[in-house]
Structures are given as C-alpha cells and as structure tokens.
C-alpha cells in the first residue's frame, strides 16, 4: 500500500504520545503552526506540566513564525490519559515515549490498528531507526523516523525511511513541517544517530570520558568547547537539559551496537542518574539548577 500526505491536514489534528521535555515542545511547534494538537501520556503530572508549557511556548512560537512571514492562528492543545482516545483523525502521530524498544513495538502496533486509515506514524527515537519499531505494523509505509532536536531552541527535524516507507512521502513531510517554522533534513540511508546525533554522540562520549579519567571537570569542559566552538551551550550542559537518564539510554543503545564503545562515560552517568540527578528536571545534574 502507497501512502501520501493525507488530505486536509490543515483541518486536522495532530497527535503527540509522550508529554515529556520533547513531547511537549512538539506539541507547542505545531500548535503555534495552527494545528489542533493532542496529548497522550499516562501521567496525571507530566499531562498537567506539559499544557503549561505549551500555554506558555505558543505566543512566543506564534510571534516567531509572524516574524518569518508565516501567518498562522494558534491551534489548541489538549491532553489525554489514553492514546486510544485521541487518534480519531488525526493526520500525524508523533511518538515521543522513553527509549525503549519495549515500549515503542507495541505501542506501535496499537497505532497501526486504531489510527485513521491514511494517517502518518513518526518515532521522535534519536537513537533507534524506525525500522526498529515496526514489529507489530502491517502498514510500514506510513512509519517513519521523525526526530525533533530541542525546540524551540533548535527547529532542526530529521527524517528518516523505515526501509518500506512510501517513495516521496518523506519529501511530502519536509516541505509541509516547513510551515511550522520547522528545518527538515533527511537521512538518505539509515543510521544510527541519524546525522546530527550521530556526530554529537562521539563528543558526548569523549566528554563524558574525560570527565569520568579525571583530566577535567564538567564546568571546564562545556568552558572550552564554548571558547574554541563558539557554541553557546557546551555538552554536560545540554545533557543536564536532556536528561541524564535518557542519554544513558542513548549510550546504552550506541554501546549495544557498538560493544567496542568504552564503558566509562556509562559508569559515570549511572553515577549522577543512581544519585537522583537526572539534569534540570529534578534541579541537579552536572550542575544545579533553581527548580
């Protein structure tokens, strides 16, 4: 079967599962765009944190998108406990759930078989090929890998086939994410990492291992690479807003492919993440952070 770009996706919702950091800056992107916007997640609290984000985000994105000369009226966002209940048409489903494949096969399966016949199914997984997910789907020409970097900060997207995605479709997704304000970019091959993440691994990593040999310290680190980079915020701060508990889980998955990998940056994670310090959602990670 051939999918497309659905038809009359300006009049019709777009779904995000996971009200997490990333599931709700999706979801505000594309409620700024003029979309309605649905959010899933289980969690009375992350379901509750993730409105007021969006509540917050949207005038400042819609503002943003004006300034571009994309003219565009706020869609409104709701949550949702049960996935099930928020997938009457939708166009776009956008998973943004922990990264972990045994909780993306399945709940793939169950957006195969629930959601509209000619809907789009996307995995935000920054580490996991959507190959990976599509166990359970008997449409694999509809999935693919769409991975937000961190919005609004980034409005980098990179999109990526599941190795049967329908020819053109990835092309259709670019050009219409692009009136979101949004920057598409396409993985022409699979990998791992995509293309951004694939090189921000390697300096992740040797970071986190200098660190953990004791050459230096985390302040000193992010220092010289703002200095010699001219980037604004180094890796061990960037982590910290991640979660460190999901880039031990990137680095886990790197590590499972890669047995090679060193097993230090790992260790010194699981240090921090043992202690409670997960980065700026619980107020401490490599640095301390007003909560």
């Known amino acids: 079967m051939s999918f497309t770009l659905p038809a009359n996706v300006a009049e019709r919702p777009i779904v995000v599962v996971g009200g997490g950091t990333l599931g709700r800056r999706i979801a505000a992107v594309f409620a700024s765009g003029g979309s309605d916007v649905k959010i ?37 966002v709701t949550a949702v406990a049960e996935v099930e209940t928020a997938l009457a048409g939708a166009w776009l489903v956008v998973e943004a759930v922990p990264e972990r494949l045994d909780i993306k ?14 809907a789009l199914l996307a995995t ?50 670019a050009d219409e994410l692009k009136r979101f304000g949004l920057a598409p970019f396409i993985a022409h091959a699979e990998s791992t990492g995509f293309i951004f ?27 010289i690479m703002q200095a010699n980079m001219g980037i604004a915020t180094g890796p061990f701060a960037l982590m910290d807003q991640v979660g460190l508990d999901v880039v031990l889980d990137i680095e886990q998955h790197y590590a499972d492919e890669n047995p090679h990998l060193p097993e230090a940056p790992r260790e010194l994670l699981r240090t921090y993440i043992d202690a409670g310090k997960l980065g700026r959602k619980t107020g401490e990670g490599f640095y301390s952070y007003d909560k």
């Open 124 to 173: 935000n997984s920054s580490s996991y090929a959507s190959s990976n997910v599509i166990d359970e789907v008997t449409h694999p020409e509809r999935v693919f890998n769409m991975h937000f970097a961190m919005p609004p900060q980034s409005m980098a997207v990179e999109l990526m086939s599941d190795g049967h995605t329908s020819e053109g479709l990835l092309d259709a997704v």
């Open 197 to 223: 993440n694939r090189i921000w691994a390697a300096i992740k990593r040797e970071s986190l291992a200098v660190v953990a040999a004791g050459v230096s310290t985390p302040e000193d680190v992010d220092a």
């Open 40 to 76: 899933a997640d289980l969690q009375e609290a992350q379901r509750t944190g993730a409105l007021e984000y969006v509540e917050t985000a949207v005038p400042e994105l819609t503002a943003r998108l004006e300034s571009q000369g994309i003219s565009a009226k706020a869609g409104t």
């Open 105 to 118: 096969r399945p709940l793939f399966g169950t957006l195969d078989r629930l959601a509209d016949a000619d």
